[in-house]
């Protein structure tokens, strides 16, 4: 199947820094990819929809001041948490969707890693 | 608001028994729903997925059970494995290919003792 990455793994900054977390696909150009969140023993929450070229378009109660994401390229967007505090600690996760998986495929939305972000 | 809502919170199952997760939905233009298997510090990762006009989908040990009318489906892990001891997450969305946005469920950890 598609192969997304990202980057870092996991991360550990002090609080009020600046955080960017890279996702790419790696064979396939992705028009859109998602942005979720989850916090230990939680579900996955949807924060943002990244368009290639466009402003993502952020969920109810997401802070897209704080959530920066930019989509430049068909295999790149990347997630800065701005002014990172305790609160914004969690699991971030991103996916890519394929937009020429083959008709009647039910996966063509991957699924990253996940990126492990601590704030002190 | 939980757009789907997922049980149990937690199960424990025998080796070579039988795991059920059960899911319910309101949005009746949900028309995907698939099934994530999530081990500690990674992505989600697609197990098994059903389109509506089905009503059972089985992909070697794991089958799929959905109810439209009931607006259900649930998760059968036959013959279930300590390797299968994971988090599962049921999610449902609108458009077949699951390529628009998920709506997740709570998540079920699943420990099979050997």
């Known amino acids: 199947g598609a192969v997304v990455s990202q980057h870092p793994s996991r991360v550990i900054c002090k609080s009020g820094t600046s955080v960017k977390i890279e996702c790419r696909s790696l064979?396939?150009?992705?028009?859109?990819m998602f942005w979720y969140r989850q916090f230990p023993k939680q579900s996955l929450m949807l924060m943002a929809t990244s368009n290639e070229g466009s402003k993502a378009t952020y969920e109810q109660g997401v802070e897209k001041d704080k959530f920066l994401i930019n989509h430049a390229s068909l295999t790149l967007s990347t997630l800065t948490v701005t002014s990172a505090h305790p609160e914004d600690s969690s699991f971030y996760i991103c996916?890519?969707?394929?937009?020429?998986?083959?008709?009647?495929?039910?996966?063509?939305?991957?699924f990253g890693p996940g990126t492990r972000l601590t704030v002190l | 608001q939980q757009q789907v809502k997922q049980s149990p919170q937690s199960l424990i199952v025998q080796k070579g028994g039988i795991s059920i997760i059960n899911c319910a939905y309101e949005?009746?233009?949900?028309?995907?729903f698939p099934w994530y298997q999530q081990f500690p510090g990674k992505g989600p990762a697609l197990l098994i997925a059903i389109r509506p006009d089905v009503s059972e989908k089985k992909e070697g040990r794991f089958t799929i059970s959905f109810n439209k009318s009931a607006k259900q489906f649930s998760l059968h892990i036959m013959d279930s494995q300590p390797g299968d001891s994971a988090t599962y997450f049921c999610a449902a969305s609108e458009g077949w290919t699951g390529a628009n946005n998920l709506f997740f469920g709570t998540g079920t950890r699943l420990t099979v003792i050997p």
């Open positions: 949005n009746t233009a949900f028309d995907y």
């Open positions: 064979d396939f150009q992705a028009t859109t």
């Open positions: 996916s890519a969707r394929d937009p020429k998986a083959r008709q009647g495929s039910t996966d063509t939305q991957y």
